[in-house]
């Protein structure tokens, strides 16, 4: 028997493990659930794109690390994976037709089997489902046979399609606003996702964009004069001002999560970042700085409680010290011995304030109610939109400090520390202080969202300052990249605001981190938007600026 290429073997090695991830998308009920959530409207729905991609993406990852001249018989190959690829989707139809699987996974339902065969019959939608994924495989070969240039630019098109169809009502929602602009968003969508047309003509526009401008990206680009680069940055200034009148009051309360948590990404960017002191423990000077608030503002705990604004210098101030008193018996402390250490600081915050024994100071477990809002004369900071303002106010006075720190001394003594910490402390950083100012910096800046936070809510309580809420802080500094201060922006609008834009994936918000998470570690580890020393770390420029979309990183 004639032994399979290599090409063939390793398709179809990595179209079986695609097919078993989209059996866990199935299984897990993600399929079903998103079944009625279409793209195009009456052509492809959310759940047929779970259990179809994975399949494809398999089959491209995999053809593409063959080299050009080892590709023969791709299309062919591509073909025969996707069909494989299919087999674990079929055999749970198999047993499902025989067995009754739902004793051990609730989610293989009769719908979730009506999905599978596209409402055709176990028969014929076995077929189907071989046929339709083969196609699939298909168009991975298929566009691998395409050049680099074009073939980035269909699938920048394809993730365009995906993204706006997916996020239909919340497009309209924002686009109802903008007067005689509206008809032209409300004539691509349907009903449900966009319609056939507004899809091509979407598909096209982006294609053709993405292609012009790798056409751009090729040529030597002239580094922004500063006129442009201020024009640039009163752009964008204009835009952040002008947000919460063009998005609305619904939109307004995610900006706000979103800049809470943009507060204290920088902080912990300091920490984490500049610094590199893994801290785990950094909700508790989020919880001091609102607790802090909380106790001298309000008149439950206060005979004579203080306003907002004479309330905020204390809360800044315990915040650093609380900072330096962590850094103190840590300072010896590297890697994980100083991840679990501080992670135990967070835990005991957390409990003190929950204690019957501090309860009359801090409320316990009923918290602190009656806290006082920002009042600017008789104006009163109450709303959406006017406590978006503070954020703002409170973010560009922190990114301006983090930047001015990037590169002053003690900025250089960080990532000197950082770097190594050993060699720094013999080139004669003083790495006692060199720590403590780092600590200091970012329980200060999370200080400052705990007081937003808690003037916002006029109460806090203590299940609002979990061990989770460090660990979003800190996967959004990975993801937008470590050290990077729009990293920290990016990092937040993905992790924080994206989930409250699609509250219907809200049920599988932990199993899309993961799997954002582990796919950033694989094929972009220096974050989406990386510092330039961090690329260079990781050799990004090697990539160059004609690879591939979906390339993996050169770290693989």
Known sequence: MTRLSPLFRETMRSALIGGAAALLLALVGMVESFRERFIISGWFNVGQVLFLVPIWYAIYTTLRRFPEENRKNTLLAAFVGGAVGSFPLVLLLLLGSVINLRAMFVNASPMLYRILTFNQGLGLGIFLLIFVAALFGLTAGAMLQLPQR?????????????????????????????????????????????????????????????????????????????????????????????????????????????????????????????????????????AIGAYTTGVLTSPELNAQPLTYWQALPFAMLISMISGVILGLPVLKLRGDYLAIVTLGFGEIVRLLVLSDWLRPWLGGTQGIQLIAQPQIGNLVLKSQVQLYYLFLVGVATVVFIAWRL??????????????????????????????????????????????IFAAKLTSVYPHSMNFLVSINVLALIILGGMGSIPGVFVGALVLIGAPELLREFAEYRYLVYGALLVAMMIYRPEGLWPEARRRLELHEEEEGPATDALSPSPTE
Request: hydrophobic share 55%; proline share 3%.
């Open 406 to 451: 990037k590169d002053s001394h003690i900025g250089r003594s960080w990532m000197a520390l950082r770097e190594d910490e050993d060699v720094a402390r013999a080139m004669g950083i003083n790495h006692v202080t060199t720590k403590l100012l780092a600590f200091a910096t970012g329980a200060l800046f999370s200080g400052i969202a705990g007081t």
């Open 150 to 286: 074009w073939r980035r630019a269909l699938i920048q098109g394809l993730i365009w399609v995906f993204v706006v169809g997916l996020m239909r009502d919340l497009i309209l929602t924002v686009t109802n606003r903008w007067g005689p602009l509206a008809p032209i968003f409300r004539s691509i969508f349907a009903t449900n996702g966009l319609t056939p047309v507004g899809g091509i003509l979407l598909f096209l526009i982006i294609t053709g964009l993405s292609y012009r401008r790798q056409q751009k990206n090729a040529s030597p680009k002239k580094p922004l004069d500063s006129k442009a680069r201020w024009i640039v940055l009163a752009g964008v200034a204009l835009v952040f001002i002008f947000l919460p009148q063009i998005l609305g009051l619904y939109f307004s309360e995610i900006l706000d999560n979103v800049m809470m948590y943009i507060l204290m990404g920088l902080g912990l960017n300091i920490v984490v970042g500049y610094a590199g002191l893994l801290d785990l423990g950094y909700v508790a000077f989020f």
